[in-house]
């Protein structure tokens, strides 16, 4: 019986795509960034993706390169600079979700790891209409709280602390936040994402 050639399956269906990229492809090492940010050819940030992943696309000409680190990749003929943000050649149409998911890390991130409280260190979250009284975990009634605060108010009202939030919690929008809960951000990534120095996740 004949054996199928590389690349496609015993039914004669063609096998997964690959990108054409030399096979001695350069991988980063330990202390490398290990994460890129890829952009549109818009400069439209879309994904987090792996040094790797990113490099392939470089040497397949299928992306550029725009920030690099320090490090330097070795293959047999070619030497790369580890890319940090990556532009893609050609556009591609992506759907992103109608609202940014709400978390834990998410929440701590939109308040600047600050208790809305008393502006000591976030440790948890709160509803500032507890949910005992029918508050919603919705990101309008969630924020980061000091262990201490959230003790405090329990299931009570601002109005019966006689406490007040220095601006009303809201929902997080822009190219920034669709990346939040699976990573942490890379500070040269900040210039793409919107994002200003003072917020870190």
């Not at 397949?60 to 893609?88: C, I, Y």
């Not at 809305?116 to 440790?123: M, N």
């Not at 329990?154 to 220095?166: F, N």
């Amino acid at each position: 019986m004949p054996r199928s050639a590389p690349g496609s399956s015993s039914a004669g269906h063609p096998g997964p795509r690959r990108d054409p990229v030399p096979s001695l492809l350069p991988v980063p090492s330990a202390g490398t960034t290990g994460a890129t940010l890829l952009l549109n050819a818009t400069y439209e940030p879309l994904c987090v993706v792996s040094s790797r992943r990113a490099i392939v696309l470089v040497l397949a000409e299928k992306a550029e390169s725009v920030d690099s680190a320090p490090e330097v990749v070795h293959a047999e003929t070619v030497s790369l600079a580890v890319p940090v943000v990556v532009r893609l050649t050609r556009f591609v149409r992506v759907p992103y979700p109608a609202s940014v998911p709400l978390s834990r890390r998410a929440v701590f991130t939109r308040d600047g790891q600050t208790c809305v409280y008393c502006g000591g260190s976030a440790t948890s979250i709160d509803h500032v209409v507890p949910r005992s009284r029918g508050g919603t975990h919705t990101w309008d009634n969630v924020v980061a709280a000091c262990r201490r605060c959230n003790h405090t108010k329990a299931d009570r009202s601002l109005a019966e602390l006689g406490w007040a939030l220095p601006h009303p919690p809201r929902t997080p929008s822009g190219a920034a936040w669709r990346l939040l809960g699976t990573r942490s951000v890379d500070p040269r990534w900040r210039e793409w994402l919107g994002m200003p120095e003072s917020v870190s996740a």
